[in-house]
């Protein structure tokens, strides 16, 4: 039950992600900057996750100075993804960020491997390819063109893709015991000082009574930074970091239906197909473990 629940989690702290390019990208379209919207977002996050923190008095048993360290650390590559994924985002299309972001999967999959020791398994080798093969045709990046395209733009998006998967990575193995809630509120504070700090130059610039940055803001960060982290803490320890990574991948089918519905963009059947593609790599790879587990059970009773 355990696993099946952290299953859930995972994919609708993925799948919340998967909003933010809309957020982002309206942002741009209003003139914002990159640190404006990073800061302001982090600030909501900061203020929202804190505030429900301590009103549900939440606990704040098992903390130490170790893992606060940790979680500060683990915080701010939530805080590095955005800066990176949004700033990929001001130079490509989205659909060539989200591209580059999904990178993460085999990142992360590497991470595991060499950080844990966890080998994996023929059928997650097959799902890996499956996913990037979906991942490519969803993105649209066959019907569009790489000439021209600042090179800047694909440093940021690869860039991205190494902070998410560290974030994930982390995510399942720093302070799982620790209260979800105040988990969730010191990663963010960690992003904050880390985005603060990157983009001091901007805060006297900030229109603080511009009420279409705090909304386009609130969106970024309510997406970005406060329910992934979260439903991570919740549940990314309760499934392997390989399994972790798989199921981030629902982002992607949540950008490119959201773009279509939110944002009316045209979206190809073969965009669809990529989709549908990691949907089933995701299943696929699902089923494959559970039937590998049942008979290395077996084998051993």
């Given at each position: 039950m355990g696993r099946k629940r952290g299953i859930i989690f995972v994919l609708i702290g993925a799948g919340s992600f998967g909003f933010t390019p809309i957020f982002a990208k309206l942002g741009f379209s209003y003139g914002y900057?990159?640190?404006?919207?990073?800061?302001?977002?982090?600030?909501?996050?900061?203020?929202?996750?804190?505030?429900?923190?301590?009103?549900?008095?939440?606990?704040?048993?098992?903390?130490?100075?170790?893992?606060?360290?940790?979680?500060?650390?683990?915080?701010?590559?939530?805080?590095?993804?955005?800066?990176f994924y949004y700033g990929s985002m001001q130079y490509l299309p989205?659909?060539?960020?989200?591209?580059?972001?999904?990178?993460?999967?085999?990142?992360?999959?590497?991470?595991?491997?060499?950080?844990?020791?966890?080998?994996?398994?023929?059928?997650?080798?097959?799902?890996?390819?499956?996913?990037?093969?979906?991942?490519?045709?969803?993105?649209?990046?066959?019907h569009g063109s790489l000439d021209r395209l600042p090179a800047m733009g694909f440093v940021f998006g690869i860039l991205s893709a190494f902070t998410y998967a560290g974030f994930i990575y982390s995510s399942g193995k720093v302070a799982v015991d620790v209260d979800p809630w105040v988990r969730s509120s010191i990663m963010v504070t960690g992003s904050a000082v880390l985005v603060s700090?990157?983009?001091?130059?901007?805060?006297?610039?900030?229109?603080?009574?511009?009420?279409?940055?705090?909304?386009?803001?609130?969106?970024?960060?309510?997406?970005?930074?406060?329910?992934?982290?979260?439903?991570?803490?919740?549940?990314?320890?309760?499934?392997?970091?390989?399994?972790?990574?798989?199921?981030?991948?629902?982002?992607?089918?949540?950008?490119?239906?959201?773009?279509?519905?939110?944002?009316?963009?045209?979206?190809?059947a073969v965009q669809w197909v990529g989709t549908i593609l990691i949907i089933g790599a995701i299943i696929l790879n699902e089923l494959g473990n559970i039937r590998f587990h049942r008979k290395e059970k077996h084998a051993k009773s």
């Open positions: 900057t990159l640190g404006q919207i990073n800061i302001i977002q982090m600030l909501i996050s900061f203020v929202f996750l804190w505030g429900i923190a301590l009103a549900k008095g939440a606990s704040f048993r098992g903390l130490n100075r170790k893992n606060i360290k940790q979680i500060l650390i683990t915080g701010s590559f939530v805080g590095l993804t955005s800066i989205a659909s060539l960020a989200i591209i580059l972001l999904f990178q993460f999967v085999w990142i992360g999959i590497l991470l595991e491997w060499i950080f844990s020791k966890i080998k994996p398994t023929f059928m997650t080798f097959l799902a890996i390819v499956l996913i990037l093969t979906g991942v490519f045709l969803a993105s649209n990046i066959l700090l990157i983009f001091i130059r901007d805060i006297p610039s900030i229109p603080v009574t511009d009420g279409h940055l705090w909304l386009v803001c609130a969106g970024v960060a309510l997406f970005g930074a406060v329910l992934p982290p979260l439903f991570f803490a919740l549940g990314a320890h309760l499934v392997s970091g390989g399994l972790a990574n798989i199921l981030s991948s629902i982002e992607l089918p949540v950008a490119i239906t959201s773009a279509g519905i939110i944002l009316h963009e045209t979206i190809t």
